[in-house]
Structure formats: C-alpha cells, structure tokens
C-alpha cells in the first residue's frame, strides 16, 4: 500500500529536519567549545608547570653556583666531587660538622638567657677612710645625760671634749637610751662634721670610756654597741649589734666590704630603689631623711607600721596609707599608750607575716655596704692595777671597790685594721657582642661560614 504525502506534510518534516539538525549544531558548538576550554586549560596547567620545572631548575643551579662558591668547606667539595666515595667521605664530615657546631651554639645561646655572672673581688687602698657610726644603747633602766656617762673620747689619739656636741641622743623603745657618734648630727641636732680616719691600728680608732649607773641590785650592765653606716636609722640597731658587758675592756676591730651586684634580670635586686614599679611609700620616707636605702631598714620601719595599724593604737595606718606621725610616737616613747600595745603584735608580725607582707615595699637594694667586726673583750684591770693606771683609765678612782668598776664602767676601743676595703664587683659574663662573637667563631671552625658567606 503506497503512502501518499501531500505538499503541506513534506514542508510539516522539513521544518521538523531542520530544527532537529539546528539542535544537534548547537550541541555541536557547545562541546566544541567545552572542549576549546579544557584544552586551553591543560595548556595553561602545562605552560605553569614547565614554567615551574624552568623555575625550580634554574633555583637548583642558582643554589649549586652559591654553594661551589660557598665558604663552607664541606658542601661544595659535595658537589664537586664526582665519585662517590668523596661525597660520602665530604658528606659524613659536613653532617658532624653542623652537628657538633650546632650543639656549642646553642650552649651559647641557652647560656646567654640564663644571664650568668662573674665575680671579681678587689683590695682598695685608702688614704683615708670615713670611720663608721657607732651607737651604745645601755639597759632601759639607766637614765643619765651623755656628759654623765661619757668620761673620755679619743679618736686617732687625739682627745675630744664637749661630748654633747660630738654624739647624738635618742630613745629606743627596746633599749631605752642611745648614744651615737659620727652620724653627721649632735644632741643639738645641729650637722657636724663626718669624722675620716688616717690610721690603723689597736692605738688608733676610737676610744671611749663610759660609766653608767645601774642599780644595786644589778650584778653588772649590759650594753648593746652597733658599729654601722652613719646613714643607717636609729632603729636598726634593734637588728644587730653585739652585746657587751660593763667591767670589760673591748676591742672591736673592723674591716668594710662593699658589694656592687648587677640588677634584674641579672639578680632580683635594685640599682636605683626610686625606680621601684610598686608601692614606694616607705622607700620615699626612708630617702627623705637622708639615709641610703637599705632592705633590713625598710622592713624593719614596714613591721612597725603595720603593726601600729593592725594593733589599733590610735593610729588611722591602712595597707597603702601609712600614718608616720605615728612613728615619733612609738620611738620616742611620747605615747606610752601607743608604745606598750604595738610590742606583742609586732613580736608576732616579724616572725610570720613581714616578709610576705612587706617585700611588696621593700626592694632588695643591689649596692651594699658592710662592716666585718671581730670582737676582743678584756677584763679590766684589777683594784690594785685599776690605781697605778687610773691616768690612762680616767675617772676609775672614783670607784672605791672593783665591784664597783664591774657593774658600773666599760671601756671601748674600735679601729680599722687597715685602711683598705674589699670590692666585690659582679659583672656580666656574655654580652650581646660576646654571644655574636661566640657564634661566628663557632660557625667559621666547624663550617668554615662567616657573616660575608650569606651576602
């Protein structure tokens, strides 16, 4: 059976062939663009990639010029050898090279951060040397005037009178009386001249002869004589000393040592205490009297003033207030009330709580003066003997039994045993330019690298 198509359905499938062969070009296109696309792609990945291996080829032959031409020994004998046994021998040489020469310059460095010291110690020579300051204080008790008590002073043989105007007074709140020489100061209050000395020796020094009235009932005296720098607070001497008992001739013979050590972060001390970051309260009260700065000093003032505050004893002190009108208060005994309530407490502060409490006042100062004192106490001499030299013992014939010289007069004598003084100095021991050197050295011995090598 024929098919008969008329002219309307041949046009109905050539528009159908037509859009079906628009459809497929169009296909066409669009995959041959795609694939334009992943080929220029690849091209590019290609064109990168050998631009990279050119890169990477010309670093490597750059880096193997550098490295022939290269001051370190080892590394272009590598690359120039051509057997293998050199560049086995040459590249175990190179490795305990680097190894061994990395090991002593990171001792170096690692040394260097642990900020070590050195200690030198020197013998200076004087001329002359500015005597240190004394003070006696005698047992609560005794209550007599400095020219009472004071029978003689000599100082490098030379005699001194007017004792009044040459020693200084005041009251301990433990020790009751004091009397202190060559502090800048007199009874008066007035400065007087800070006293050098020009010789050594047991002849020469101070010589001081001293009575004082105890009472019958005392078997002899106690005293408590305190050789320091002249800048040193009166109430220092609550912390040191060296006892003494009357009947006795002693001989106190001193040497001076002077430490200088290096501040943070080498010690954890202070070149300058104004510089301290905290609370610098008690540091500004010590140095606005014209004292050195001393740790001992300010935690000894610390603990009074804390225990003036936490006792309660009429005083308006507070942790970061401190109330120093208080302090005349205690010291000199003008406020009994104030002075018998602080005494229980500040026993019970200086045994537990002043160094927790005060360290955040009281820096460690890193410049120390000191005084090495060796004591040489006598018995003085008997009745009969006390007679045939009461010219050089003044005033002991006055005394009627030897018992009496026992309980009531005591001679001192102090002096320099040389005049010289022991420097301790701590210094630095690797620099920044020292740990440079180190470093460089090590390099050029074990490589053979110098600074030049990497320009």
């Known amino acids: 059976m024929t098919s008969i198509y008329t002219t309307e359905d041949l046009l109905k499938n050539t528009n159908k062939l037509k859009s079906i062969k628009k459809i497929q070009f169009e296909s066409s296109n669009k995959i041959i663009n795609e694939l334009r696309s992943r080929i220029e792609i690849l091209e590019k990945k290609l064109e990168f990639k050998n631009e990279n291996e050119s890169k990477i080829k010309k670093a490597k032959k750059r880096t193997c010029e550098l490295l022939e031409v290269s001051t370190a020994h080892g590394i272009p004998n590598i690359i120039r050898a051509k057997r293998m046994l050199p560049i086995i021998m040459w590249s175990v040489l190179t490795i305990l090279s680097t190894c061994v020469g990395s090991y002593y310059v990171m001792d170096n460095i690692f040394d260097y951060f642990k900020y070590s010291t050195v200690t030198s110690v020197d013998i200076i020579d004087e001329q002359q040397s500015e005597f240190p300051a004394i003070t006696i204080c005698a047992d609560p008790s005794f209550n007599t005037s400095i020219d009472e008590t004071i029978l003689k002073v000599k100082f490098d043989n030379i005699d001194k009178y007017n004792f009044s105007h040459i020693f200084d007074q005041y009251e301990d709140s433990i020790f009751g009386k004091c009397f202190r020489f060559n502090t800048g100061k007199n009874i008066y209050n007035e400065s007087i001249e800070i006293l050098n000395s020009t010789k050594s020796g047991k002849t020469n020094g101070l010589k001081i002869n001293l009575k004082f009235q105890f009472p019958s009932d005392y078997d002899y005296g106690d005293l408590l004589v305190f050789i320091h720098n002249k800048s040193s607070p009166p109430f220092s001497i609550n912390d040191g000393g060296i006892w003494i008992s009357t009947g006795s001739l002693n001989y106190f013979e001193i040497n001076r040592i002077f430490y200088s050590k290096l501040s943070s972060p080498y010690n954890d001390c202070l070149k300058n205490v104004s510089l301290f970051k905290s609370n610098k309260e008690l540091i500004n009260y010590i140095l606005r009297s014209n004292r050195l700065y001393a740790q001992s000093d300010c935690y000894h003032l610390c603990s009074h003033l804390f225990a003036l505050k936490e006792s309660n004893c009429n005083c308006n002190s507070t942790l970061n207030n401190f109330d120093m009108d208080c302090l005349p208060k205690y010291y000199n005994k003008t406020d009994t009330n104030i002075t018998s309530c602080i005494k229980e407490y500040l026993k019970e502060f200086r045994i537990k709580y002043q160094i927790e409490k005060c360290s955040e006042y009281c820096p460690l100062e890193c410049d120390i003066w000191m005084y090495t004192l060796n004591n040489f106490p006598e018995q003085l001499p008997s009745k009969g003997i006390i007679g045939e030299k009461s010219s050089n013992l003044n005033s002991l014939e006055?005394?009627?039994?030897?018992?009496?010289?026992?309980?009531?007069?005591?001679?001192?004598?102090?002096?320099?045993?040389?005049?010289?003084?022991?420097?301790?100095?701590?210094?630095?021991?690797?620099?920044?330019?020292?740990?440079?050197?180190?470093?460089?050295?090590?390099?050029?011995?074990?490589?053979?690298?110098?600074?030049l090598s990497f320009i």
């Open 398 to 451: 006055n005394f009627q039994q030897y018992e009496d010289v026992n309980k009531h007069f005591v001679a001192i004598r102090i002096y320099y045993t040389n005049l010289k003084y022991t420097f301790i100095n701590q210094e630095i021991k690797t620099y920044i330019f020292t740990l440079v050197s180190n470093i460089g050295g090590l390099l050029g011995v074990f490589l053979g690298i110098s600074f």
